[in-house]
C-alpha cells in the first residue's frame, strides 16, 4: 500500500502496527486487516467525490455504502475454503500417485466435492449483496481507527457519533409555520438533510413514521423519501391510508427505474427480510412483476445513502420548491414529481469500485 503521509509504496512488513516504516507516522487502514481492504489515500479520494470536492457535508452512512459497493458487487463466499480445498486436494493426489497409497484418493476425491459445491453455491449467488462491514458496525471498525489516528472523521464527513449541536432532525421536525411534511424513516438521511439546512429552507417539518406524520403540525403536503425495499414500498400506501384527503408525494426513485441502473447496486440485510403479510400487500397492491416481488421478498434493497449526495439533495429540494409554491397541490407519483430526470441508461459513476 502507499503510505498516506509521504506517499512511499510500503510492503507488509514495513508498516508494522500501522505506522510507516519510512516517515514513521501511524495510518488509520490497512487494506490487509481491514474487512473492505480500505487504504486512508481511498476513502480520502471516495469522500471527496462525494462531497463534490468539500462543497456539501455527507454523513458516515453514505460512505459505508460506497465504500462496500466494489464488495457488494461480487460475493467472496467460501472464497478461501474453495482455493485450498483445489490446493489440497491436488498434493494429496501427488502425494497418492508417488506414494502408491491408493486410498488417500479417496481423501481427493472428497476434497474436490467440497471445492466443487462452494464454487457452484457461488455461481447461484451465495453470499451476494452481504456488506463485509454492517452498516451498523461502520462507525466502529472504520471511522474510529480513523478518528483516534486523525482526531476527526475524514473530510467532509458529518461527526454524527460526536454530535455537537442538538438532534439530527431538530432543523425541521415539529417547526411551527411548516408549510409541508417530509417523511423519511432514516434518520441517516434526515441528518444529511437537516445538515444542508434543507427542511428548514423549505419549511419542512421532519417526520420518521406514520403516526409522527399524522401529529405533524402541518395540513400541508406529505413528501415521502424511503429506501427501495418491503417496508419502503408500502410506507407511501399506508400514509395515504392514514391521511385521507391529503396530498402524498412519493418523491423516491421508482424501484423499476433503479433496478435498471447498472450503477444501482443493491444489497441484503438477512436480519430484515420482509414477512409475507408484507410480501401478499404488495402483491395485492399491483404494479410489480413477480421478479420484483421475489427480489423484494428475499430482502433485497437499495438504501437513499446509495444515491449521490448531491444529486439527492438537488431533487428533494427541487421537489420541496415546487410543492411549496403550490403548483402541485395534487397527488402524483414519483415519475412525474421526484427521480424524472434519472436516466435511463448509465452514466458516468462517479465513486465506482474505487
Request: net charge positive.
Amino acid at each position: 500500500m502507499i503510505c498516506p503521509h509521504c506517499e512511499r509504496n510500503l510492503l507488509r512488513k514495513e508498516r508494522p502496527g500501522n505506522r510507516c516504516g519510512h516517515c514513521g507516522r501511524a495510518y488509520a487502514l490497512d487494506p490487509k486487516t481491514n474487512p473492505l481492504r480500505l487504504n486512508d489515500l481511498r476513502v480520502r479520494r471516495v469522500a471527496g467525490t462525494l462531497t463534490d470536492g468539500g462543497r456539501i457535508g455527507i454523513v458516515p452512512d453514505q460512505l459505508w455504502y460506497a465504500l462496500s459497493r466494489k464488495s457488494l458487487r461480487g460475493s467472496e463466499y467460501g472464497e478461501g475454503c474453495m482455493g485450498t480445498a483445489f490446493v489440497v486436494a491436488g498434493l494429496v493426489t501427488v502425494i497418492a500417485f508417488f506414494a502408491e497409497e491408493p486410498f488417500l484418493l479417496i481423501g481427493s476425491a472428497a476434497l474436490v466435492l467440497v471445492g466443487l459445491a462452494l464454487a457452484g453455491a457461488r455461481a447461484l449467488g451465495a453470499g451476494r449483496g452481504l456488506p463485509p462491514v454492517a452498516r451498523d458496525s461502520f462507525q466502529a471498525q472504520v471511522l474510529s481507527p480513523w478518528r483516534s489516528v486523525y482526531g476527526a472523521p475524514p473530510p467532509g464527513v458529518l461527526d454524527t457519533a460526536h454530535p455537537t449541536a442538538g438532534p439530527a432532525g431538530a432543523g425541521g421536525a415539529g417547526a411551527a409555520g411548516a408549510t409541508a411534511v417530509l417523511v423519511c424513516p432514516d434518520p441517516a438521511v434526515v441528518a444529511f438533510l437537516v445538515a444542508d439546512g434543507l427542511p428548514a429552507r423549505h419549511g419542512l417539518a421532519v417526520v420518521r413514521s406514520v403516526a409522527e406524520a399524522v401529529a405533524a403540525p402541518s395540513n400541508g403536503p406529505v413528501l415521502v423519501l424511503h429506501d427501495i425495499d418491503a417496508d419502503g414500498e408500502l410506507l407511501v400506501p399506508r400514509l395515504r391510508e392514514a391521511l385521507p384527503g391529503r396530498a402524498v408525494l412519493d418523491a423516491g426513485p421508482p424501484l423499476r427505474t433503479v433496478r435498471a441502473l447498472p450503477q444501482a447496486v443493491p444489497y441484503r440485510d438477512l436480519r430484515r427480510k420482509p414477512r409475507p403479510a408484507d410480501l401478499r400487500l404488495l402483491a395485492e397492491q399491483g404494479g410489480y412483476s413477480p421478479e420484483e416481488l421475489k427480489w423484494l421478498g428475499q430482502g433485497w434493497r437499495f438504501p437513499l445513502v446509495g444515491l449521490p449526495p448531491a444529486r439527492l439533495l438537488a431533487v428533494v429540494d427541487r421537489v420541496a420548491e415546487r410543492v411549496g409554491r403550490g403548483t402541485d397541490p395534487d397527488r402524483r407519483r414519483a415519475a412525474e414529481l421526484g427521480f424524472l430526470t434519472w436516466p435511463e441508461a448509465a452514466g458516468p459513476d462517479p465513486v465506482g469500485g474505487r
